[in-house]
């Protein structure tokens, strides 16, 4: 049988499918159509619109195919195309066996190997779901417990048992719920439902899930455990919209999966607003390398946003981690095809105000060849790092490790600063650590600070310690100059201590392996005295031309000059160069 032949669509035109009937193990048999976008979208009355379902799955093996067969519309001809067996699975799941079924199904309704097709389609994937009648998620066929789990979810009102908890963990480890994709598909929708074998659940049933915490049997245990990013996805966009949103959610997003690593980036576009999508919308193109989608993505947040928080998402792997495909990205530019482990300090935290080292506007410009220009200070030199095991132990999310390293570095004649320990290892500032522990004193040792964490009361020490649990996770206590704080576990003790206007955080540099004199970015920290501004101060009046600088009081012990930092995005991609001012 002869391969499958696509026309070219025109414009505003997508292709819907059509699956003919037929018994379970009969031969797959569809038809294609082209549609006008303004037809699917109500100009024409009610019964002339044409209707369909999008599907929403996984791919599977790209290597295990079958082929399907494809009548053109006259009934004449016959061509044959493959799909994956997963898809194929999944058509014959939905399969009527009266009647046909009007569906959209990317991998057959997009020729993927036209990549200028390709990119259009993309762009308008959001509103193809958004007017499909219904999405179906199809999450595969039964096995083991997945009846049991769908029953269970689907039963709101039910007791939650030990084998049900485990059931349903199985079932939301499946391949459907790390994908990317699928929280665009499904956030655009007019309805949803979940397809599991012979089980079919409300995708409201799967939204209600995470509400049920009081059922739980375990209280320790919580739906955080076990709930997939796709059944969060609205956090991002419920506290923030735009750049901020999409930063949000690109952090969220980052274990979840992609056959190709551009789709991190592209399958979120789509949750933005009609008008924020042409801001971004130029960049998909899956002809552009995958290091430059991401770089450009950084650079377009930056000036959208006037603002470094994106620089907060750049998590480097330790020095003995194997190579990875994107070595070579620049070292400021977050890799989303990695999965992130540290939780970011720049986003904005729950119960804190944001953080603002480096004022609300960013100086950055693009120079003649390319490269992003910041303007900022060095503060210090890295002199020492706390001791401890690094994200990939377990035991360093326990308490009595990280205020044991933490004492052990800053101790002195056997008492520290209470009111900087306690921030850093919380990355909290000073008002919200008093108003829950409502302790002031300057000076504190070991058993008392202990005695102090076991005397907080219960919701307010909860919180209190989660947040030293989660932001020490990742992390290592380190000493610069003057200053106390917590940055990323793979800085280095000739690392720089850098604020960059524009950044919320203040920032960690090491020296380049290739040229001493250039620098590399590790990633985002919490310094004692310098998440507000202080280290600015002095220089205010110099950026005053470009943004504005909070009029608090300046830190005394920050007086450097400005300086350019050239943050490379050419040739040689990981360096930054500091030139002093001119």
Same mark, same amino acid.
């Given at each position: 049988?002869? +391969?499958?032949?696509? +026309?070219?669509?025109?414009?505003?035109?997508?292709? =819907?499918?059509?699956?003919?009937?037929?018994?379970?193990?009969?031969?797959?048999?569809?038809? @294609?159509?082209?549609? %006008?976008?303004?037809?699917?979208?109500?100009?024409? !009355? !009610?019964?002339?619109?044409?209707?369909?379902?999008?599907?929403?799955?996984?791919? &599977?093996?790209?290597? %295990?195919?079958?082929? @399907?067969? @494809?009548? %053109? #519309?006259? &009934? #004449? &001809?016959?061509? &044959?195309?493959? $799909? #994956?067996? *997963?898809?194929?699975?999944?058509?014959?799941?939905?399969?009527?066996? *009266?009647? !046909?079924?009007?569906?959209? $199904? %990317?991998?057959?309704? @997009?020729?993927?190997?036209? =990549? +200028?097709?390709? *990119?259009?389609?993309?762009?308008?994937?959001?509103?193809?779901? +958004?007017?499909? $009648?219904? $999405?179906?998620i199809y999450i595969g066929e039964e096995e083991k417990s997945s009846d049991l789990a769908m029953d269970a979810i689907a039963d709101i009102t039910g007791e939650v048992t030990h084998v049900k908890l485990s059931a349903v963990e199985g079932l939301l480890n499946r391949p459907w719920f790390e994908r990317v994709w699928v929280i665009q598909e499904v956030a655009r929708s007019k309805s949803a439902i979940v397809i599991c074998g012979t089980r079919a659940v409300a995708w409201d049933c799967f939204t209600r899930w995470p509400t049920r915490q009081a059922c739980l049997p375990v209280p320790d245990v919580t739906w955080a455990d076990y709930i997939p990013g796709v059944l969060n996805y609205n956090s991002g966009f419920a506290s923030s919209t735009g750049t901020e949103a999409l930063l949000r959610t690109l952090c969220e997003t980052r274990a979840s999966g992609a056959t190709d690593p551009r789709d991190k980036v592209f399958a979120l576009l789509g949750l933005l607003s009609d008008e924020e999508q042409k801001t971004y919308g130029s960049l998909i193109n899956y002809s552009t390398p995958v290091d430059r989608v991401y770089l450009d993505t950084a650079l377009k947040m930056i000036f959208e946003s006037k603002s470094l928080r994106v620089m907060s998402a750049v998590q480097h792997r330790m020095c003995s981690s194997p190579p990875d495909v994107l070595d070579d990205l620049p070292s400021w530019v977050p890799n989303w095809s990695r999965a992130g482990h540290v939780l970011p300090l720049g986003l904005g935290q729950q119960f804190v105000e944001p953080f603002n080292a480096g004022g609300r506007y960013c100086t950055a410009e693009i120079g003649s060849n390319g490269n992003l220009l910041l303007r900022g200070l060095r503060v210090a030199q890295v002199q020492r790092i706390s001791n401890g095991p690094d994200s990939s132990s377990s035991s360093y999310r326990e308490r009595d490790t990280v205020l044991q390293s933490g004492y052990e570095l800053l101790a002195t004649d056997g008492d520290f600063p209470l009111q900087a320990f306690l921030h850093v290892i919380s990355a909290t500032p000073p008002s919200a650590i008093e108003s829950e522990t409502g302790y002031t004193r300057d000076v504190i040792t070991m058993e008392e600070l202990e005695h102090l964490m076991a005397d907080v009361d219960r919701q307010n020490y909860s919180r209190l310690q989660r947040r030293v649990m989660q932001y020490t996770y990742g992390r290592k206590l380190f000493i610069a100059g003057d200053f106390i704080g917590l940055g990323p576990e793979t800085m280095q003790e000739d690392g720089l201590l850098v604020v960059l206007p524009g950044g919320p955080t203040p920032y960690i540099l090491r020296p380049s392996p290739l040229n001493p004199h250039q620098f590399e970015l590790v990633g985002e920290c919490y310094v004692h005295g310098l998440m507000n501004c202080e280290a600015l101060q002095h220089v205010r009046e110099q950026l005053a031309q470009v943004g504005h600088i909070v009029p608090i009081t300046g830190h005394p012990k920050c007086s450097a000059p400005l300086e350019w930092f050239i943050m490379d995005s050419g040739k040689d991609k990981s360096a930054i160069t500091i030139q002093e001012n001119t």
């Open positions: 049988m002869n +391969s499958y032949q696509y +026309s070219p669509l025109h414009a505003r035109q997508i292709r =819907l499918l059509t699956l003919q009937s037929g018994a379970r193990n009969e031969r797959l048999c569809i038809e @294609i159509e082209h549609v %006008d976008l303004f037809k699917v979208n109500g100009s024409l !009355p !009610p019964h002339r619109t044409p209707l369909f379902e999008a599907l929403s799955y996984t791919w &599977g093996d790209l290597n %295990d195919t079958e082929e @399907i067969i @494809i009548q %053109d #519309t006259f &009934g #004449t &001809g016959r061509s &044959g195309l493959n $799909v #994956t067996h *997963n898809l194929a699975a999944a058509l014959r799941r939905l399969r009527y066996t *009266n009647r !046909p079924r009007t569906l959209w $199904v %990317d991998a057959v309704c @997009i020729n993927q190997t036209n =990549l +200028s097709e390709r *990119n259009e389609q993309v762009r308008q994937m959001v509103r193809v779901y +958004s007017m499909a $009648v219904r $999405v179906l």
